[in-house]
């Protein structure tokens, strides 16, 4: 891990705290049960960058990207449910 020995332990605790979620993050990010989580990690739909027993901790970058695609996959798969919210709005 030498390349990253330049940035200041200041720097590499600011990215983690902005940039980095936990398992619990995602899932409210995500708007997702535990389970669909834990089997979208399993089907290799999202990857966490460090993955320890129970726990997961993934990008933030990653997670909106994820996001964007359920968001268009409900669109797609879930009609009734975008025409609900935009009713509402």
Do not use: H
Request: net charge positive.
């Amino acid at each position: 891990m030498k390349e990253f020995e330049y940035i200041k332990p200041e720097l590499k605790r600011r990215f983690i705290r902005e940039c980095v979620l936990t398992s619990p993050e995602a899932i409210e990010l995500l708007e997702v049960s535990r389970a669909r989580l834990s089997r979208m990690i399993k089907d290799g739909k999202i990857k966490p960058v460090k993955k320890s027993g129970a726990i997961s901790l993934f990008l933030l970058d990653d997670v909106l990207q994820k996001k964007e695609e359920l968001i268009l996959l409900r669109k797609q798969f879930r009609p009734w449910e975008t025409s609900r919210g935009e009713e509402n709005d």
